[in-house]
T-cell receptor
């Protein structure tokens, strides 16, 4: 049973560019959450998708957007990249009604 | 706003001894708490959780204690093993069903053989 998978593993972009990160949830999971983890900090909640809609959102600007597909996979899009967007982006999946989220390995984004 | 705090960035323990990792929170609406373990180049792995209706939850070598009045929880690992060396994150949420979790900054545990 594959766990949560994310692609790509690493990504280098320049300021002002746009980026798309992808996540496939664990089998049987229908809810996907995205987190940003800056160096030396804990993950910070960006948003959560369920039934192809954004259900919850953390304190992130509109430059951060997402999408969930009918197969429950999800994308995180970041526009107009800033140096401060450099971080590890984690995707977590869960089953609606479950207490626990399972994380993927993350995508390391570097903005130059 | 740091609603979940792990004030010890690192902890070193001898193999076989007890490891105690601490976590404090400020939001009294938090009612579900989790501990995650993270190895380098991997995502956080769920370890153990506790609901606010309990004050203790045990799973093998891992026990989580919750003191609601002090807004404090701790993770005890007994006995500690070298494979337990990792970064441990405390997380809390104010609704059990998939609400956004707030994480602490993590504590790096090193278990020495």
């Amino acid at each position: 049973d594959a766990g949560v998978t994310q692609s790509p593993t690493h990504l280098i972009k320049t300021r002002g560019q746009q980026v798309t990160l992808r996540c496939s949830p664990k089998s049987g999971h229908d809810t996907v959450s995205w987190y940003q983890q800056a160096l030396g900090q804990g993950p910070q909640f960006i948003f959560q998708y369920y039934e192809e809609e954004e259900r919850q959102r953390g304190n992130f600007p509109d430059r951060f957007s997402g999408h969930q597909f009918p197969n429950y996979s999800s994308e995180l899009n970041v526009n107009a990249l800033l140096l401060g967007d450099s971080a590890l982006y984690l995707c977590a999946s869960s089953q609606r009604g479950s207490d626990t989220q399972y994380f993927g390995p993350g995508t390391r984004l570097t903005v130059l | 706003d740091q609603q979940v705090k792990q004030n010890s960035p690192s902890l070193s323990v001898q193999e076989g001894r007890i490891s105690i990792l601490n976590c404090d929170y400020t939001n009294s609406m938090f009612d579900y708490f989790l501990w995650y373990k993270k190895y380098p180049a991997e995502g956080p792995t769920f370890l153990i959780s506790i609901s606010s209706i309990k004050d203790k939850n045990e799973d093998g070598r891992f026990t989580v204690f919750l003191n609601k009045s002090a807004k404090h929880l701790s993770l005890h690992i007994v006995p500690s093993q070298p494979g337990d060396s990792a970064v441990y994150f405390c997380a809390a949420s104010d609704g059990r069903v998939n609400n956004d979790m707030r994480f602490g900054a993590g504590t790096r545990l090193t278990v020495k053989p």
